[in-house]
């Protein structure tokens, strides 16, 4: 899986990471729920309590967001962090913003985005 992940071009990967933060964001509301206070966003967002393994390496909801799709480059600083600076988008795409639903009410509507047609399914995001 981990060649595989490296091989996809930018419009796979970007698909990929956008479709998976709205999966772990679901998954995570379900099986934690909503409830207020910075202490649980902070848990729920950054800390490891909604985190998958892909490719052999722990993502937290804020590595795919902040770390992947946005490509801050203060995530990943860590010598063995290599393999996520390798998924790590080359460019920000603003649309991105559209196609993230953190599980608020007032978040975008999901969509699953493909490679293939994900010019247009942003677009189409963005577009509301």
């Avoid at 804020?62 to 490509?71: C, F, M, S, W």
Wanted: a negative charge; aromatic letters at 10%.
């Amino acid at each position: 899986l981990r060649s595989e992940i490296i091989g996809m071009d930018e419009a796979a990967r970007k698909a990929f990471f956008i479709n998976l933060y709205n999966a772990m964001i679901f998954h995570g509301v379900l099986e934690y729920g909503r409830r207020p206070g910075s202490w649980y966003l902070y848990c729920f967002f950054i800390a490891p309590i909604v985190t998958y393994s892909v490719a052999g390496i722990p993502l937290s909801l804020d590595d795919i967001e902040h770390g992947i799709l946005r490509a801050k480059a203060e995530y990943f600083m860590a010598e063995d962090q290599e393999l996520q600076r390798k998924l790590r988008l080359p460019r920000v795409d603003a649309r991105i913003h559209m196609a993230l639903n953190c599980g608020a009410r007032g978040c975008p509507v999901v969509a699953t985005y493909t490679a293939e047609a994900l010019e247009k399914e942003l677009d189409k995001a963005v577009e509301g």
